[in-house]
């Protein structure tokens, strides 16, 4: 008798085979909208994780500070008409070193420091203040209880101004400033005379490279021993100029005693 065919057959796998009838795809399971979904849940976190980065950045590591000013011309723009620089200020570096005669140096005023270079326009709204202090934090406004100038004499030297030469002098050496910045038509580049003023232990005095338009060590609370800048007030030292874009270089930390002119 012959064999009667089957109208199935097996495959190998042991799953009958109908003729005519193709076994389904596998589909697989959908996947997109889990995605965006755990995005989503995500997605606040990693704003938190940011925000708490940079703050943990900018109080501990570095800060970007708007500089309004005109008073550290032509090192730092702040004049009106310029782009108002914005440098990234080291708050580490003080914590392991001295400042040094030079350095640039961000710091809050002392209380004797009355005499702003320039005025914050506060808003009288809470929440506009709110954000004029946020923005200042972050480097988008400025600070007008913030300054920046460069460190002349350290604790135990003195400093008066000027000799012959219109040059100040530092323990009777007078110094070598290639970054002064006199504003054109405000008639001659003579400094503004002080008498010897020895600095204190643990205190600084500081000048702006834009030597005749600065109120600095040399006239705040009148001067002397008033216009010192304690140590302990600084925030750190201007590395940086980060914007505008055409000015990115590094802040120049031109030691003035290092190469003092001329004989004493």
């Given amino acids: ?26 589909v697989p399971p959908r996947r997109g909208r889990r995605r965006r979904s755990s995005f989503f849940r995500e997605l606040p976190i990693l704003v938190l994780s940011a925000l708490v980065l940079t703050f943990l950045i900018q109080t501990f590591v570095a800060r970007v500070y708007v500089i309004p000013s005109a008073s550290m011309e032509t090192t730092l723009h702040g004049c009106t ?13 003080y914590g392991l070193l001295r400042p040094e005669p030079g350095d640039v140096v961000v710091f809050r005023g002392p209380d004797t420091w ?35 100038k460069r460190v002349i ?49 643990g205190e600084l005095f500081v000048m702006g490279d834009n030597r005749n338009n600065s109120a600095d060590s040399r006239i705040q609370g009148g001067g002397g021993l008033a ?10 030292k201007a590395r940086f100029i980060i914007m505008p874009m055409s000015r990115w270089s590094g802040v120049s930390d031109y030691d003035p005693q290092t190469l003092a002119a001329g004989p004493h």
């Fill in 153 to 201: 004499a350290v604790g135990g030297q003195t400093v008066q101004c000027c000799d012959a030469q219109n040059r100040v002098v530092v323990d009777g050496k007078p110094l070598d400033e290639p970054y002064l910045h006199w504003v054109p038509g405000t008639g001659p580049a003579d400094q503004k005379r002080f008498p010897p003023v020895t600095v204190p232990d």
């Fill in 1 to 26: 008798m012959a064999d009667v065919m089957s109208t199935t057959s097996s495959r190998g796998d042991g799953e009958p085979v109908v003729p005519g009838r193709r076994r389904a795809a596998a």
């Fill in 227 to 236: 216009g010192m800048v304690p140590v302990r007030n600084l925030i750190g």
């Fill in 114 to 148: 009355r005499d702003n270079d320039f005025q914050v326009d506060r808003s009288s709204n809470p929440v506009a203040r709110w954000f004029q202090d946020v923005g200042a934090a972050v480097g988008l406004t400025a600070d007008d209880r913030t300054f920046v």
């Fill in 81 to 93: 008409g310029c782009v108002n620089d914005r440098v990234l200020v080291d708050k580490v570096i």
